[in-house]
């Protein structure tokens, strides 16, 4: 991922999904639309330091997940990040 991608137009239809698929994963996290997006955009800040990464097949979610130290269910947080390449070096 090059630091244009960032910056390139999305078409209103992938701007209305990504606005929707945040609106799912922050009601299930119960925390607010701005602090997701603040942990997406970590994550991939963190990780584009050492791979480059697909970010059109970029999928964040909350789920629940069963807990046998809670005796019920717990928030998980699932990250899929298509990766293209590997940054060999020392960065």
């Not at 999305?10 to 945040?22: M, N, P, Q, T, Y």
């Amino acid at each position: 991922m090059g630091l244009m991608d960032l910056f390139r137009k999305k078409s209103s239809g992938d701007v209305a999904k990504d606005r929707l698929k945040l609106l799912l994963v922050t009601d299930r996290a119960s925390c607010s639309p701005e602090m997701m997006e603040q942990i997406k955009n970590e994550i991939i800040q963190v990780i584009s330091r050492h791979m480059d990464i697909d970010m059109e097949g970029l999928d964040i979610q909350i789920t629940q997940t069963e807990s046998e130290s809670n005796n019920g269910t717990v928030p998980a947080l699932f990250v899929n990040i298509p990766i293209r390449d590997i940054k060999h070096g020392n960065s």
